[in-house]
């Protein structure tokens, strides 16, 4: 195959016609072969029946099957806890340049099928091309970064300075043994290859659960290790809902947990282990609000044009989305016409056709908690832009909705601090920026923040004063997206974290360790 353009989430200028027409290839024979198989769990290096029959449909067209899948039960969930557990041993056992072998067998098998996974992560959750296939790419630079890492550091294990001639000190990190991952719908690929080859670059075995909106795109992950030939256990995947995950994480076989997904959720994760005999990591990314700034030196094309991709891309449902924005009072006015013009200009539809930016939203709680919130921003405020669920052929068979922009709400409106995973992006104005960012850090969350500016005390002001670990200025691809392994790290303060060092980044994989000093006498 003619080598083809790599696809990420901020090249969007990038001539993409020759990845179009192989995807359109690549689409038609996962319709075919792919789709409509029922899925089993992976535990011990064998596929295992068993739980509740359950079937996942499209958010795109319900009439279109994805995969059948069971929920597993908390015996299953024993089961594979304990095969990871037999497995972990042997794993840690390794030489870390082994393990680092390994896990890049996984990066290679997940690259050469990158296309195949793309599409039916497309189907399963509504992605639009370009987010499908970025996010494919993502994943194996994830897998390959980590191992790098591990390579970087050389395993992590350094000599430290002696005390006396004949005594030799090291200190190294070593594996904690099993480690539960637990995936979100949204990024179902990148997400879940980012904590478990982690993981297991570390030296963990795992026990994966994807989310039950992504049950085929954990089975495809799953068949990845299988064809790396990680050792059996391992990998370990089970599908299931909210019963599988609670299971899961309160297991006392586990030595840690790597999660993403909602704040409610991650928390009581993190206070239920805290409330056991002692304490294991809690890995958690947990969401974010991520408000954007538009000062009156703002290039407004590039503020609108970022803005409308990162509150309405993936139709909102990424915990970076920018669902906030304050905007300098002289030039409000402006950029509204320039955002709504945008926003109106969004093909909305079947996410497998090339010029379709949104697709549904995930399912039916989602159409719930965005006519909840568009009630009351019409009580409360003003709807600039959409406020609809859609209607009529192929929207009768979704979970679609209109691209929403809401303004003149009261300052301290839930809706300006609650996450909502939705289309729906709040305005308001500001005459003083160090002020709007002082409201801008008043909420729960911390994970990204953007700017538009060319005035250098105010991006200085922005720098310094933002709460936020991902910080982004005058992009016109996303005004708080687009994170990309060994570029921007992806680290939550407050509510959107729990650990203070991000994925993506140099400060990941050691979360998956723990420290060990030895002091070698010799005579």
Known sequence: MTTLPRVTYSNINADFSGVHAHFDTVLEEVRKTVLGRDRRHLIGGEMVTGGAAAQALSPIDNRLAICGYSIADAALVDRAVQAARKAAPGWAALTWQDRVAAVRRFADVLDARKFDYAAACLFEVGKSRMEA????EEAVDLARYYCDQMEENKGFIRPMQRAF??????????PLGVFAVIAPFNFPLALSVNMASAAMVAGNAVVYKPSDAAALTGALIADAAQEAGLPAGV?????????????????P?????????????????????AAGRFNRPVIAE??????????????????????????????????????????????FDAFMENLITRTRAIRIGDPAQADVFMGPV??????ARFEAAVADARRDGTIAHGGNRLTG???????????????????????????????FLTVQRFDRLEDAITDGNAIDFGLTAGIYTTDKADMDLFLDRAEAGALYANRASGATTGAWPGIQTFCGWKGSGVSSKGGLGPFYVQQFMREQSLTLWKK
């Open 133 to 136: 296939i970025g996010e494919a």
């Open 235 to 251: 990998f370990n995947m089970i599908t299931g809902d909210g019963s599988t995950g609670r299971a899961l994480a309160g297991h």
């Open 362 to 367: 995930i399912n039916a709680a989602a159409i």
């Open 253 to 273: 076989g586990l030595d840690g947990i790597a999660f993403t997904g909602s704040h409610p959720v991650g928390m009581g994760i993190l206070r239920n282990v």
């Open 286 to 331: 947990m969401g974010g609000k991520n408000p954007t700034y538009v000062t009156r030196s703002a290039d407004l094309d590039a503020a609108a044009q970022g803005m409308m991709r990162s509150a309405f891309g993936l139709q909102g449902q990424k915990c970076s989305a920018g669902s906030k924005v304050y905007v300098a009072a002289e030039i």
């Open 165 to 174: 001639d004949n005594e030799e000190t090291l200190d190294r990190l070593r």
């Open 393 to 423: 052929g192929l929207f009768d068979h979704g979970t679609y909705v209109e691209p929403t922009i809401v303004t003149d709400l009261p300052a301290d409106h839930p809706l300006h601090k609650d996450e909502l995973f939705l289309p």
